[in-house]
């Protein structure tokens, strides 16, 4: 099952921003991203999304432009992963419950937004 968290999450750099600027500043942008992302979790979970063992995260990150370096995208994966958490959907992101991570990136000016697809490792 795929779960879409739409919309551009905080980078690495504007997280950074936030922590040098205020000692909350950081702290209250990464409860918001991670509350988005657990809406969404809670969402797909009650359409069945369930997970049963060790999962492969593919992600496909969806930008507005190609302003921000894909390692600097890829640090919301922490925000995706505690969003899991906190929807009840995994017991806990460490590497008994998170296999391998696969990336793509994308512009989409429109409609930037994450794809998230939980696969069973391996699989």
Known sequence: MKVV???ELPTLN???????ANKYAGATLKRQATM????????????GLEV?????????WFM?????????????????QDGMMQAGLIE??????IGNYYDTFSVDKDHPR?????????D
């Open 36 to 47: 988005l992302c657990t809406t969404y979790f809670k969402a797909a979970m009650n359409h």
């Open 114 to 122: 994450v794809e998230v697809e939980l696969r069973k490792h391996g």
């Open 64 to 80: 507005k432009n190609m302003r921000q370096d894909k390692d600097n995208i890829r640090f919301c994966v922490k925000f995706i």
């Open 92 to 97: 806990n992101d460490g590497w008994k419950q």
């Open 5 to 7: 968290i739409p919309g």
């Open 14 to 20: 504007k997280y950074i921003r936030k922590e040098r």
């Open 52 to 60: 049963n063992g060790q999962v492969d995260l593919y992600l496909n």
